[in-house]
């Protein structure tokens, strides 16, 4: 698979506060989605490409530049919202069962838990049409990322 993506900054200004377990979370995700993945912005001829996150006016702002290519996409949040929160609490419910329940319902909060990712990653992989074309595992990262950005401590 190829590595379209080189780099993401975030501007942290812009984003909800992050302690330091969240300031881990957001630097794995950011080194799991810059690791591999395939990213394609509608009009680019290639990459590489940079990618800087920030929010303005509670929308997700994708500052992308490339060697061929610079472009400003701002997304809403709106219809990410609920499915973000949705996905911050199952994952809460996921640490806590890990915690002393059976391997059943470890289990069973892991498939709500992957189901949700997964309506997430595919709610932002449409949201992201015809503006960056994504895979589904580069859509499940970038997921991950933007929990990981909204989550608050």
């Not at 780099?7 to 950011?30: F, G, K, M, W, Y």
């Not at 690791?35 to 290639?46: A, D, L, R, S, Y």
């Not at 997964?118 to 859509?139: I, P």
Request: with cysteine; charged share 30%; proline share 4%.
């Amino acid at each position: 698979m190829t590595a379209d993506l080189i780099r993401i900054d975030i501007d942290n200004a812009s984003l909800p506060a992050a302690t330091a377990e969240i300031e881990h979370e957001r630097r794995v995700a950011i080194f799991d989605l810059v690791e591999t993945n395939v990213f394609k912005p509608e009009g680019g001829k290639g990459g590489p490409y940079t990618l800087r996150l920030s929010s303005q006016d509670n929308r997700l702002v994708f500052d992308i530049e490339g060697p061929d290519y610079s472009h400003i996409h701002a997304l809403s949040l709106t219809p990410l919202k609920t499915v973000i929160r949705d996905y911050g609490l199952i994952c809460e419910s996921y640490y806590e069962a890990l915690k002393g329940s059976s391997p059943s319902q470890i289990e069973s909060v892991d498939m709500g838990r992957r189901g949700l990712h997964n309506e997430g990653a595919e709610l932002l992989q449409a949201r992201l049409e015809g503006k960056v074309e994504l895979d589904k595992e580069t859509s499940r990262r970038l997921f991950t990322l933007v929990c990981a950005l909204y989550r608050r401590g």
